[in-house]
């Protein structure tokens, strides 16, 4: 059933004149001013019922088989091509143009409309987002603002992309589920501030696979307004990660400032230029530096040299795995009966020769508390945790399915974020620039 109401100044009127098969037509109701309803119908006079809508209709009886080609393709017309305007009794009447026929069979007669201008095309998804064709530049959506590490990560993922910047995590995968964008690129880990908690939560909420990885080397710079000087400062702002990753070496410096968390790096740059603070520092990129008219007070302030970030990279569908390359499996599973079940799922790795590059708990959100007693009379609690487990094997590596077929036998929930090619590029320690 499909309702066509008017748009801003037009009266819509039913116009449709129906050259459908014995005992099929299409039906109008006013519903009220300016509205109507139409609905494809079975009308067969043998039958006592009332009309049936087309969703009810049973394809499979015999009287519906002779005509089938017919009616579906009216009612294919009239679901996506029906346009109505106001019309007067003698043009309705004096009418000719209109669709007689689609794929050689006879459909419906529309009048033709004269203006099309004044009618509003339906939204359609090509018209929301249109996949890139071959070659077409990718939509590469990212957390944080231009200059962010972030940012550098999905051009390094993606070359030449077209990078999407997102204020949230959680925004960046609903932009990548609603074709805003084609891929995402997000943190999951860090060298030196390890996890990104977050991630981990936002991938097993929504239904995006993991197509790939990139590790990105971190530089972090001190930031501030032009002429500003170390001995003035009060507070650095930045990420917590960034913060967590200069505390020794901020220290060092014999700061007395206060450290506040901010969303990301490069916004708590931007935070300092457009708010002219001359009190306050950011740690972030040169780049960051470079776009919103910062100098950089101290360079390379993290902590360690070897200071990566690894991101992953996320799409609406999976690829399809291969053995020519390394390949790297994430998947996530719980038991029900807690943690006992651990040592069972290592094994089935550890007999294939499987080895794990990452193991991650999270709180199970569905029921996080379980008590000891399985009477429910105890009061002794454990934790219950969903467990996160990257390995080194390919999802078409025979070893792998062996092995998920085993963990399977002993987890109440197991799920495959993706199977993807391990970044594999060489890299060199944070320089300036990255």
């Known amino acids: 059933m499909q309702s066509l109401t008017p748009s801003s100044g037009i009266d819509l009127k039913y116009l449709i004149r129906t050259s459908s098969p014995p005992g099929h037509g299409l ?7 300016g509205r109507f309803t139409i609905q494809c119908v079975n009308t067969n006079t043998n039958s006592s019922s009332a009309p049936v809508p087309i969703t009810g209709l049973n394809t499979g009886s015999g009287h519906m088989n002779r005509a089938r080609h017919e009616w579906k ?84 993922a993606y070359p030449n992309c077209d990078a999407i910047p997102c204020d949230q995590f959680e925004v960046a995968f609903q932009a990548v589920e609603l074709w805003i964008a084609d891929r995402a690129v997000l943190p999951v880990e860090n060298s030196l501030g390890g996890s990104i908690h977050r991630n981990y939560d936002l991938l ?24 500003v000087r170390k001995e003035y400062l009060t507070r650095v702002i930045s990420h917590p990660q960034a913060l967590s990753q200069c505390e020794h070496t901020l220290t060092q410096m014999c700061l007395n400032v206060a450290r506040e968390a901010v969303d990301d790096t490069a916004g708590a740059a931007e935070y300092i230029a457009v708010n002219n603070l001359r009190d ?57 009966k807690g943690m006992s079940v651990l040592f069972k799922v290592l094994s089935a790795f550890a007999f294939r020769n499987i080895s794990l590059t990452k193991i991650e ?49 002993f987890t109440s929930f197991l799920r495959v974020l993706g199977s993807y090619p391990m970044d594999m590029t060489p890299w060199t320690p944070s320089s300036r620039g990255d």
Not at 27 to 33: D, E, L, Q
Not at 371 to 387: I, P, Q, S, W
């Open 73 to 156: 393709s009216a009612c294919a017309i009239l679901a996506s091509k029906v346009v109505s305007q106001q019309q007067d009794t003698e043009t309705r009447r004096g009418g000719s143009d209109g669709v007689s026929a689609v794929n050689g069979y006879p459909s419906l007669n529309l009048v033709a409309v004269k203006d099309q201008s004044q009618l509003s095309k339906p939204l359609s998804i090509a018209d929301f987002s249109p996949a890139p064709m071959h070659g077409s530049q990718l939509r590469v959506a990212y957390q944080g603002v231009p200059g962010a590490y972030s940012e550098a990560a999905a051009g390094k």
């Open 204 to 227: 097993l909420r929504h239904r995006l696979h993991i197509v790939g990885e990139v590790q990105h080397p971190v530089h972090h710079c001190l930031l501030a307004l032009p002429g």
């Open 361 to 409: 708990s999270r709180p199970h959100r569905n029921r996080p508390i379980r008590l000891v007693d399985d009477a429910n009379v105890g009061t002794a609690k454990h934790f219950e945790y969903m467990f996160y487990v990257d390995f080194e094997a390919s999802m078409a590596d025979t070893r792998a399915q062996n092995a998920l077929a085993e963990v399977q036998e």
């Open 27 to 33: 039906t109008h109701h006013r519903v009220g001013p």
């Open 280 to 336: 306050t520092a950011a740690i972030a990129s040169a780049r960051a530096a470079d776009l919103y008219g910062l100098q950089i007070l101290a360079d390379g302030i993290q902590d360690d040299t070897g200071n990566v970030t690894r991101f992953v990279m996320l799409a609406r569908e999976p690829i399809i795995p291969r053995t020519d390359r390394p390949f790297k499996t994430s998947i996530v599973f719980a038991h029900d």
